[in-house]
DNA sequence: TCATTATTGATAGTATTACTATCTTTCTCA
DNA sequence: TGAGAAAGATAGTAATACTATCAATAATGA
């Protein structure tokens, strides 16, 4: 027996559903091979049109645009991540264990078990790394979030904070706490392979200092005595 | 007598020195209203040169292109900061005291005492919070590192850094905390006011309430005890 | 099986962006 | 006075980010 993880995606953040077409799935898979190519910067829908073969037009069918189709993928990206997270904890009861398996989730490439088919997960997380923040660093943020296109992030975020408030209920900034987890994460990991004296990780580049790191700096905070 | 605080750039940031020409400091002026009034995707040459009563091409003199132009400013703008930390720190004897002053200077609007006629260092912070990470996001960031641009980002980090050793000499990760506390110090500003339930700051929207997740951050890191 | 509808393909066209080039005027200062 | 630098004026190009239209084809269901 086969199993497919199917994702459903928030209807506001494609014009018709890529999941459902070949083209459409076509659109979603190179996307994510051209951007993490090339950048986001660079990737066109032309460009994107011309390598699998249909046209400009064909693209905007499914995406109003290339800002739209980013949310999309960093929003897949998100849901599938969650899913991860809960299937590799859900056996788990002590909420510290559960924090650093979630902080190896988040810092190193997660190899996938279950078929996803057409997404290159691994691919993904470099994607998220360097693009994943302009998603919302725009002036379209209010909009983009009343349209709950950030909601697989914020989902993701809330879970990791109740974690959080399961190891200490009297931590005061979980949320913050979480998205710094989150976004740590992966601009260490950027600094440490494009500015490396950023980090401490410059010498070895390697992902599991970056573990390490994280680890120190949220069990020193949440484990902590109240002063 | 007026002091007048000079920032010297890097050359490669800029084709004509803009602070030596009364166009020049006007672009840079009007670029920081404009950035930050409708965000730098919007922002084009052709836009700002009609509002300095210019034209495209007068400004191509002085910049490459928008994006050296944003570095140019985000680099001013972190020379100024660093100025601020020492000037604001050299009395300062204790590290930890030290450190807590530059959450402070990093995390609120610093008021300027010293004149520097013709920017605007609070709608700067401002630019810093939603545009900074884009100057680093690209594809170009290993060029751009040899040029040298990032420089006064990287010297304010080893700053820091060196300040981290100083309260407690074993702390395993200066560099990587220091770069934490200046993104952190941003981006819970841009999540506080722009995707809230990222943060736990949403309800007051108060800059000194992430001054206080940051102290708790660092200084439990720095201080703890080694296990 | 035929008609309806959805999907894609093909082509064209527009406004804007991101530049480059050139030539003239103005301003400075030696 | 006159050489050189800076700025203004104008033009033009290639690429980007779309929108529109119409024909061809595939899927569906009565």
Redesign the pocket.
């Known amino acids: 027996m086969e199993i497919e993880l199917q994702i459903k995606m928030n209807e506001k953040l494609f014009l ?1 559903n890529p999941e ?5 799935r076509k659109i979603i898979m190179h996307s994510i091979e051209m951007i993490h190519q090339h950048g986001f910067e ?1 990737f ?4 994107l049109a011309e390598t699998i ?6 693209v ?3 995406f ?4 739209r189709l980013l949310i999309y993928i960093v929003a897949w990206y998100w849901t599938w991540l969650e899913y991860q997270v809960t299937y590799r904890t859900n056996n788990i009861s002590d909420p510290v264990v559960k924090l650093k398996m979630i902080i190896q989730l988040l810092a190193t490439t997660v190899e996938d078990d279950l078929s996803t088919s057409y997404v290159d997960e691994s691919l993904l997380h470099q994607i998220i790394i360097t693009e994943g923040s302009k998603t919302y660093l725009t002036r379209r943020v209010t909009e983009d979030n009343k349209d709950r296109l950030f909601k697989p992030y914020k989902d993701l975020c809330a879970h990791i904070a109740d974690i959080i408030l399961e190891c200490n209920p009297a931590y005061a900034y979980p949320k913050s706490l979480a998205s710094t987890i989150i976004e740590m994460a992966h601009f260490q990991n950027f600094f440490m392979n494009n500015l490396p004296s950023l980090t401490d990780f410059g010498r070895d580049k390697d992902a599991y200092q970056i573990i390490n790191f994280l680890e120190d700096l949220v069990f020193n905070s949440v484990t902590a005595k109240v002063q």
């Open positions: 018709k459902q077409s070949e083209l459409g660079a066109t829908f032309k460009k073969g249909t046209t400009e037009a064909g905007y069918r499914y109003e645009n290339k800002h």
